[in-house]
Structure formats: structure tokens, C-alpha cells
């Protein structure tokens, strides 16, 4: 009988061109659907909740397949992540019922970004801060973040290409915190556009440095306009932390 399944998983974007299937490079869903069809001798192919972009992390992404499998489907994750690349692990699996949707169930989003602040870059970090070498602002950052927070249109912070008509959003946090020299960023959200997170990011940069004044964060998003906003982040700050359900 066919049922439905959950996974969790983590990730290092590094070396994949992102989380969906495409011509060009090799994916996080590409490598998922060839080791679950090789491990449970069917035709899978899942469907993922975030569509991460090329260089994008993540300790809970999350996707479902469907599958008529007799493993139990909570020993799915240890027996698939002996298959799996050590660059990709399944954090849980279990049954859900089968009319569940990662993308289209109310869902809260978290990202965080992570910027590494100081005078000169260091290589252990690399792959998973955005290194920048004048000082920022962290004060700054936090009042412009308080103007992103709550229910907006952000089309200002959606790059082109996208697809979507409805570029209403809602943010329910947006934390700015320095520890040592590592700046996180932490947003929470009910979705969020193609690019938003990165863009939002980079126009926090732009405040930290001195170029837009917290308050002109509000003018860029009644601007509903991309080239109001800053620039877009580089991905390898960026995980995704996780995503919960209600």
C-alpha cells in the first residue's frame, strides 16, 4: 500500500547547484532520487519544501516521496544515508499522511546568514560566512531590521526571474547579533521570494556600512521596486535552518 514520507535533511551546499533537478550542474534533489529509487527499487522522485540556490546550506530542508516500501519508514533515514554522499545526511524520516505538501501546508521558514566581520578572512570559514572587511554597524542593522519585520510587499527583495504574482510576505522576526567576529542574521517567516533572504541581507550590509540609514530600509520596501534594495549576498552565508509545521 502506498504511503507517504517525510524527510529531513542537512546539507552542505557547496558543491551542488542547488536543491531542484537542472541541466547544468549536479543537485541535492538529483543525488535524493537516484539513492531512494536504488535503495527501494522504484521510481522516486521527491518533492522538496525549499528550493535552496546554488551554494545554500541547510540543517532542515525538508521533501516527501511516495513509496510502497515495507521498511519501516522511521529506519528509511539510517538506511538511505549509507547511500548518500558525506555531504548530505537524513536527519529524520517518518510516515505523514498522504494529502501533506511541503510548500503548500502552513509552515513558519528560518534562515540564518552568517557574516564574517573582520580585518582579514579566514579559510576555515569560507564556505559558510560572507566575508566582510570594513567594520559594520551591528546597531544600525538591528533598527533597520525592525522596519522588514511584519506583513509587506516585498517585490523590493525579489530578484528577476521569478515567477510569482503575489510578492506579499510576512516576516516574524528578523534577529541581527554579533558574537566575536561573526555577525548572524536569523529571519523567520511564512515564506519567503526568490532571492529575498540574500537581498535583505545585503541591504542590511549597506546600513551597517553607513551608505542607507536604517529608516530608508521602509522607503525601499514602499519602492516595490528590486533596484531600490541593496545588493544580493553571496549564498555561502546562507542555511536554512528549518522549516515547522503547524
Known amino acids: 500500500m502506498k504511503k507517504r514520507i517525510r524527510l529531513i535533511i542537512a546539507y552542505d551546499g557547496t558543491n551542488y547547484c542547488g536543491w531542484q ?5 549536479i543537485t541535492v534533489e538529483e543525488i535524493l532520487n537516484k539513492a531512494l529509487s536504488d535503495l527501494l527499487k522504484e521510481d522516486i522522485a521527491v518533492i522538496g519544501a525549499s528550493r535552496t540556490d546554488s ?15 515495507k521498511i519501516p519508514p522511521e529506519k ?4 538511505l ?31 540564518e546568514y552568517k557574516i564574517l566581520n573582520r580585518r582579514f578572512d579566514i579559510p576555515l570559514y569560507r564556505l559558510y560566512t560572507h566575508f566582510v572587511y570594513m ?3 551591528v546597531d544600525k542593522m538591528k533598527k533597520a531590521a525592525a522596519y522588514i519585520v511584519g506583513e509587506h510587499d516585498f517585490a523590493s527583495f525579489c530578484s528577476s526571474g521569478s515567477q ?15 558574537t566575536d567576529d561573526i555577525i548572524s542574521i536569523k529571519i523567520s517567516g511564512n515564506g519567503f521570494l526568490y532571492n529575498m533572504v540574500r537581498i535583505i541581507v545585503g541591504t ?21 521596486d528590486r533596484y531600490a534594495a541593496g545588493p544580493k549576498a553571496p549564498a555561502c552565508g546562507l542555511t ?3 522549516i515547522e509545521y503547524r
Do not use: M, W
Open 76 to 79: 528509511i533515514s539510517f538506511a
Open 204 to 224: 542590511l550590509i549597506k546600513v551597517g556600512l553607513g551608505v542607507y540609514p536604517p529608516e530608508h530600509v521602509k522607503e525601499i520596501i514602499e519602492a516595490k
Open 135 to 137: 567594520p559594520l554597524d
Open 21 to 25: 533537478i537542472q541541466i547544468n550542474g
Open 164 to 178: 510569482v504574482e503575489n510578492t506579499v510576505r510576512t516576516v516574524y522576526t528578523l534577529d541581527v547579533s554579533k
Open 81 to 111: 544515508n549509507q547511500r548518500l554522499p558525506n555531504d548530505i545526511r537524513i536527519q529524520k524520516s517518518e510516515e505523514v499522511p498522504l494529502d501533506f505538501h511541503p510548500r503548500f501546508c502552513d509552515s513558519v521558514k528560518t534562515y
Open 55 to 69: 551554494g545554500v546550506h541547510a540543517l532542515g530542508n525538508v521533501a516527501v516521496f511516495d513509496s510502497e516500501t
Open 240 to 242: 536554512l535552518v528549518e
